[in-house]
């Protein structure tokens, strides 16, 4: 029987050269001279830090277009409240989401449930979901019904087998 998965995942590699091509940028641009702009990864997401909410939010928008630029789903950040540092600076915390949560992995079953393809069925496989069908045709349906549909999150498919 045909299957695959639908899984949440966010490359790091890439969201690692994002970051690095936007602290070159930071470097060398005029607006962020001396206000000592900068963003601080780690294996969860990121931590903006400028001079004011104005920088940071340009910040923001200057790390966004390289990850944009680099393939990565701006779906997968989740940032944080904008909080003040010491010395009236700014700073904010932006999370990378990967995997599917339980509640999204229900709206995702039920969605596939509401397409009504015969012989079709989804299962959570812990941060994934494992589709299985009778015929690939109707699987190809589900993964163009998934690719419509917002859930909030990336989505990529793999691990397709007849």
Do not use: W
Request: hydrophobic fraction near 35%; proline fraction near 2%; aromatic fraction near 4%.
């Amino acid at each position: 029987m045909p299957t695959f998965d639908v899984v949440s995942q966010v490359d790091l590699q890439e969201v690692r050269n994002a970051v690095d091509q936007a602290r070159r940028e930071i470097a060398t641009r005029y607006d962020f001279k001396g206000t000592d702009s900068g963003i601080d990864l780690d294996d969860t997401g990121f931590t903006l830090n400028s001079a004011s909410e104005d920088r940071l939010a340009a910040l923001r928008l200057l790390l966004e277009e390289k990850l944009v630029k680099r393939k990565v789903s701006l779906k997968s950040l989740d940032p944080g409240k904008i909080e003040e540092a010491s010395g009236g600076r700014a700073r904010q915390r932006i999370a990378l989401v990967a995997g599917i949560s339980s509640d999204k992995a229900k709206a995702i079953n039920t969605h596939i449930k509401g397409l009504n393809l015969k012989g079709v069925q989804s299962q959570t496989q812990g941060e994934q979901l494992r589709v299985t069908g009778k015929k690939r045709d109707d699987l190809q349906a589900v993964i163009a019904a998934l690719r419509e549909h917002d859930f909030g999150i990336p989505l990529q498919f793999e691990n397709f087998r007849d």
